[in-house]
């Protein structure tokens, strides 16, 4: 894995000056993310709306809810809040970029917390809006909880879809021509999960969305499930990239890196390019 950062190493002070919007964006995407992920689950599961009677199928709702946060989490990374930020969303996503040499160290820290902090205020203001609805079972404040198979199979579970996504944002990301489907592929990826896998462990991939359901929740259970194997099945993805693909360096910590956009990753500045220079993103580093 790359060892070194591409930008200088700020102190904790001088990079929150600099990089706040890019902090307050991750949480402010994740927040979003999960107050769609509370609604779409009121609207689909709750007894107190049409579709759960009109739908009799439990994995046709589980569709829905797929195409829907998987059209959500598309929405994000292609706004220009996700291209500004790299619409990381997930305390995991940034820990392998960082171990990748592409994410600071003060970025990687305030990224993860202000993952932490909107994931949990977004699942605060559905239950805010909600009320009791959102407690009820079938929703659950959308906890994500082992399935009725155990434990260690949810683990292996989450374990085996993160490593599926972050080889997907890694192989798509720094592919010349396909870098511009990384937000489809995270999107089908999300779908495809939350229909098939979300059984197994209830879908999680996210240590900042997991905690932001259990917080409002309460209910703390199995909460190191989705603590530890997220990261450790990314970080096994981001090793096998690296194994595979080794002329294909990875290029910076974005899903998307659009020429008219800062970079606080790789240091790249639109501002900075005069009108007579070729726009391009920074080479990889091998």
């Not at 107190?48 to 709702?61: D, N, V, Y």
Request: net charge positive; aromatic share 10%.
């Amino acid at each position: 894995m790359d060892a070194a950062v591409i930008q200088p190493r700020l102190t904790a002070g001088l990079a929150l000056r600099r990089h706040w919007p890019e902090y307050f964006i991750e949480g402010g995407a994740l927040g979003l993310f999960m107050v769609s992920a509370g609604l779409v689950t009121l609207l689909v599961q709750s007894a107190a709306f049409p579709l759960r009677a009109l739908i009799a199928s439990a994995g046709l709702r589980r569709l829905l809810i797929g195409l829907a946060m998987g059209t959500t989490a598309i929405g994000l990374i292609r706004s220009r809040w996700g291209k500004r930020s790299g619409a990381h969303m997930n305390p995991a996503v940034t820990l392998t970029f960082y171990c990748l040499g592409k994410v600071a160290p003060w970025d990687a820290v305030f990224y993860v917390v202000s993952q932490f902090l909107g994931g949990a205020l977004g699942v605060l203001l559905v239950w805010s809006v909600a009320g009791s609805s959102f407690a009820a079972p079938g929703v659950n404040y959308v906890v994500t909880m082992p399935g009725a198979e155990g434990v260690g199979l949810a683990f292996i579970a989450e374990l085996g879809i993160s490593a599926l996504l972050m080889l997907a944002v890694l192989f798509f990301s720094n592919h010349p021509r396909l870098s511009v489907y990384t937000a489809p592929c995270v999107g089908a990826l999300l779908a495809a999960f939350i229909a098939i896998e979300a059984p197994l462990s209830g879908m999680s991939m996210n240590p900042a969305r997991t905690f932001a359901s259990a917080f409002v929740a309460r209910q703390w259970r199995h909460l190191w499930v989705y603590f530890i194997a997220p990261p450790l099945g990314m970080l096994l993805a981001a090793a096998f990239y690296r194994l595979v693909w080794r002329r294909r360096a990875v290029a910076c910590a974005k899903l998307l890196h659009p020429l008219t956009v800062r970079c606080i990753h790789c240091g790249f500045d639109p501002a900075a390019i005069s009108v007579s220079q070729p726009r391009s993103i920074p080479e990889p580093q091998s």
